[in-house]
């Protein structure tokens, strides 16, 4: 059957679905109930599994059986596997090293530059931290409260330091290797981290340096009145370090997350951090953090399966060939299907899961790399999770300043996100002075 005739926009009822159904719910939970982070009360697997029931009673020309194979297909795929087999060591790792060594590393570099840096140094280290734990929630846990603490002492706005942390956060959680986002966009593309990383690099360090001009300049028109000072432990930072280099240098990403495991299990126990039960434990939890990416990963894998079976894709895709002409326009279009995504589901990593088959048949169809389109998915999905005002990066940090007594709304932040903002120029930057087909 050829793709005109397999065209069908109805077989992507799933996907309006399964984002009205999120969407709404996230909207009447967040602001009609007023349910403090209402979006993140939503079981996404839940919703998931309705989207995917719906995927299964549609086109009664197949039967039960076949739809089955179908779905099995779908999840049988070597990059789903992979995906979902590095979900689980990340999530061991970040539970064996713990998230307290972020903080040695925050208040290690404050006590070696002047107050006048602080802003700087939140910026500077949420870039570092997010990089090497590959998560941006956990990054804004960690570090906003440094944030608070440096606006209180040193003078600085809240809103600036708070945007200063949240902008690292997204820097490190766009180009990490352990990141879900990187995870998903490589293993969906089928492309090597340290390819993708190379891709994005040269997109985010332009404006990661930009951002820090612009804090620097906001740093010197404030008036300082001190400085915070902290004990660390910086040991603990190492398996991070090691996790790091051997990403960018491009050692097998299986044996950069177990050396980073076996070295922050040793770390851990011979420092006396904790005791070989809890480091279990530790492990457990880590890798239960993990279980509900795993189960979008799968249900999603099934339900695009279906999807594609009935023809829904290659109807999305020629409705994308009449709006978006030649290789520039399909980069522009699948940066704006992943930030659409984001923007219903309040997730990059699902968004990214989402589009990735999409996005696949997108790069076929316009001739665009795997380490490109991997690279613009993590990338637009990043920028538009960075702002996003019921984002959980930004309700986590919200959160985080009101349970240490500050009073901060989204509406204040959003303006001091410098970072996401100026990514956003320099993808669309990048993309324009990219060559023709």
């Not at 804090?215 to 004990?231: A, C, D, K, R």
Request: aromatic share 8%; charged share 10%.
């Amino acid at each position: 059957m050829s793709k005109i005739e397999k065209r069908n926009g109805k077989a992507l009822l799933p996907i309006v679905v399964f984002v009205v159904l999120y969407l709404g719910l996230g909207i009447l939970f967040e602001y009609g109930l007023n349910i403090e982070m209402g979006f993140y009360k939503i079981p996404v697997v839940v919703i998931f599994l309705v989207a995917l029931l719906v995927a299964c009673i549609q086109n009664h020309g197949l039967k039960m059986n076949d739809k089955l194979e179908v779905m099995g297909k779908g999840i049988s795929d070597p990059n789903i596997i992979t995906m979902i087999i590095i979900f689980m060591l990340a999530g061991i790792f970040v539970g064996v090293v713990g998230r307290t060594s972020a903080n040695s590393v925050a208040y290690f570099i404050l006590s070696l530059i002047p107050p006048q840096f602080a802003v700087v140094v939140l910026f500077v280290v949420s870039c570092f931290v997010s990089l090497a734990m590959g998560t941006s929630v956990g990054t804004i846990t960690l570090i906003v409260p440094i944030g608070v603490a440096v606006a209180r002492v040193s003078g600085f706005a809240l809103p600036v330091c708070i945007g200063s942390v949240m902008s690292g956060a997204m820097f490190g959680d766009n180009l990490s290797f352990i990141s879900d986002t990187t995870i998903a966009a490589c293993n969906g593309q089928g492309c090597e981290m340290k390819d993708k990383f190379r891709e994005n690099f040269w997109i985010a360090f332009p404006a990661a340096v930009a951002t820090l001009i612009l804090i620097l300049v906001l740093s010197f028109q404030t008036e300082i009145q001190g400085h915070v000072s902290q004990s660390y432990h910086l040991v603990q930072v190492l398996p991070y370090v090691l996790v790091l280099i051997g990403g960018i240098i491009g050692i097998n990403v299986f044996v950069v997350l177990l050396t980073g495991i076996v070295s922050g299990a040793f770390i851990m126990l011979i420092g006396g951090h904790t005791t070989p039960v809890d480091l279990l434990a530790n492990m457990g939890s880590g890798v239960s953090g993990m279980f509900e990416t795993c189960m979008v990963a799968i249900l999603v894998a099934a339900m695009c399966a279906l999807i594609r079976e009935y023809g829904g894709f290659d109807a999305l895709l020629s409705w994308i060939h009449k709006i978006f002409r030649g290789k520039k326009g399909g980069q522009i279009g699948m940066g704006l299907l992943v930030g659409t995504m984001d923007i219903a589901t309040a997730n990059n990593t699902v968004a990214i899961v989402m589009a990735n088959p999409i996005a696949k048949e997108m790069a076929e169809e316009y001739e665009i790399t795997p380490r490109k389109t991997a690279s613009i998915l993590d990338t637009f999905s990043c920028i538009f999770q960075g702002v996003i005002p019921y984002g959980a990066q930004m309700l986590v940090a919200i959160s985080a300043v009101n349970e240490l007594g500050g009073e901060i709304s989204a509406f204040q932040i959003m303006p001091k996100l410098f970072y996401p903002m100026l990514l956003l120029l320099s993808s669309v930057l990048a993309i324009m002075k990219s060559k023709k087909v």
